[in-house]
């Protein structure tokens, strides 16, 4: 199926609508050998345990040779497996193991630059005629001998840097040592094209592209235009201080020549019985609307969108952000996540909703309802499962060069991608024998999987039951989504699919409240979470409440 196609044609949706999605982290998942750093055997020793959870694929984030100057995301060759990670053939049985437990895997890949490491950047930049010249953005400097536009690296500084062999700036949006890819060019296009279907061949059910935005720089190098007030952009991060939140990124991102590079990789998927699955991180822009325009039909499936989960979370907030998708996307279909290994834990981000002396517990399985119940794919990233906040690094702990560049303005992601706490016993929280590549959080052992496992009221468990809960209502998986008005701080949207309807109601507050929806409604049972009283036709919330309703047989009214 296109994604334009309308849902109510099929019997049954592709295995990735509604799907939840299990991201890992691999450096901080589990280490099986004791060298301090997480791998894939780790990975395979427990995907019984991710399954457990009830989730329908995994997204490993990138084990490929790397020098691992951006932990990974520096990819010096797409078809290696770097060593501490393991070998192709942990990779084999990683994969044989997951369809085995009825999972989908889905790997992380990085089209848009390599490592300076990778042979294909070692022979472009010898010289301006060899056979690899056009495979970068190269440029001559400008008369002054300064870079060729204003355009900024998110890590900090210009997004050019000078190779004196070619007496040429070459463009990196990201780290110095990320040589940004020429797509433009076939064979650059081709090369990535054939990562693919290696991976593909090896088994991959899709692949989640990163930085998508940046796939194709304006071809005239126009310099960006500066922000037109002091506020930073919404949908950016990386602290308040960062000179890249100055401009517009009006020609550094989001160039018309990303969707026929779309295009390409959504055909070559298309190739293969079930079509293999493609999500795409939209950053740096207006989320809302690249995400609609990369989701059209025969283009990406779903798109990774941060416009929600990069500022403070509220009802207004959730209304309008959530609202203008609607309108925008239409039955293209998005990746909800809340945290990622990018982004500080939402449990830390948002734990104002509970106020001064709140429950971080109950806090967390409010927001896990709220977003296993929008509408797209859920993405749950390692560790939210357990209610993990961020771990407050010292700098002399601290690894990430983002946050190396941006301290003491912004301290980097390494806060959020500690290691797992596995044991409440084991040294380490049983994450590794050996010393952790970053230090574990002091209140994460208490934590630990051992522990939430023996507690029915754990936030484990609550994931564990909603999850299953939630396979059963088919609105909350395929459903349409409309985004209704409700009173502060409730936040209100009724999920529709062939005439199932759920009205799904959030106090996004510590504080009580109440409201009374149009329509008839009856509670839905057995989902585990703090429910709101419902009489006489109006919910009654304490904080932190939900409800979650079905129309009575015979209401047809749509509700508020």
Known sequence: MSNGASLELQAVPEWWMGAVIYQIYPLSYKDSNGDGTGDLPGILEKLDYIASLGVDAIWICPFFKSPMRDFG???????????????????????????????KVILDLVPCHTSDEHPWFVESRRNRTNTKSDWYVWADARPDGCPPNNWLSIFGGSAWAWEPRRSQYYLHEFLVS??????????VLNAIIGIMRFWYERGADGFRLDAITALAPDRDLRSNPPIASDEPLPYVDGG?????????????????DVLPM?????????????????????????????????????????????????????????????????????E???????????????????????????????????????????????CLYQGEELGLTDVDLPLDAIRDPWGLAMYPDYKGRDSCRTPMPWSSTQPNA??????????LGPTHKELA??????????????YRRFIKWRKKHAALRWGTSHILEAPEPLFAFEREWQGQHILAVFNLSPDRAKWRPSGEWIELEGHGLLAAAFASGELHFEGLDVFLGTRRSGDTGAAG
């Open 73 to 103: 995301y520096d990819v010096s060759d797409y078809c290696a497996v770097d060593l501490r990670f393991g070998s192709m053939a942990d990779v084999d049985r990683l994969i044989g193991r997951a369809h085995d437990l009825g999972l």
């Open 449 to 462: 999987v051992d522990v939430q496992e023996g507690d029915p009221d754990s936030v484990l468990n609550a």
């Open 178 to 187: 990320q040589p940004a890819l020429n797509l433009r060019n076939p064979q």
């Open 430 to 439: 049983g994450f590794t024998s050996g010393v952790p590549w970053l230090p």
């Open 240 to 256: 308040m201080g960062n000179p890249f939140l100055r401009q517009v990124h009006l020609f550094d991102r989001d160039g018309p």
């Open 262 to 330: 779309l295009s390409a990789f959504r055909r070559l998927g298309d190739e293969y019985h079930p079509p293999r699955f493609l999500f795409g991180e939209i950053g740096d822009v207006d989320g809302c609307a690249v995400g609609a325009k990369y989701t059209q039909p025969n283009l990406i499936h779903a798109a990774f969108i941060q416009d929600l989960i990069l500022t403070d979370l509220s009802a207004e907030r959730a209304t309008t952000v959530c609202r203008r998708l609607t309108e925008l996307i239409g």
């Open 332 to 378: 293209g279909w998005v990746v909800n996540a809340f945290s990622s290994q990018d982004i500080a834990r939402h449990l830390t981000r948002w734990r104002h909703l509970a106020g001064a002396e709140g429950d971080s517990r109950k806090l967390a399985k409010l927001l896990l309802g709220l977003l296993l119940c929008m509408r797209g794919c859920t």
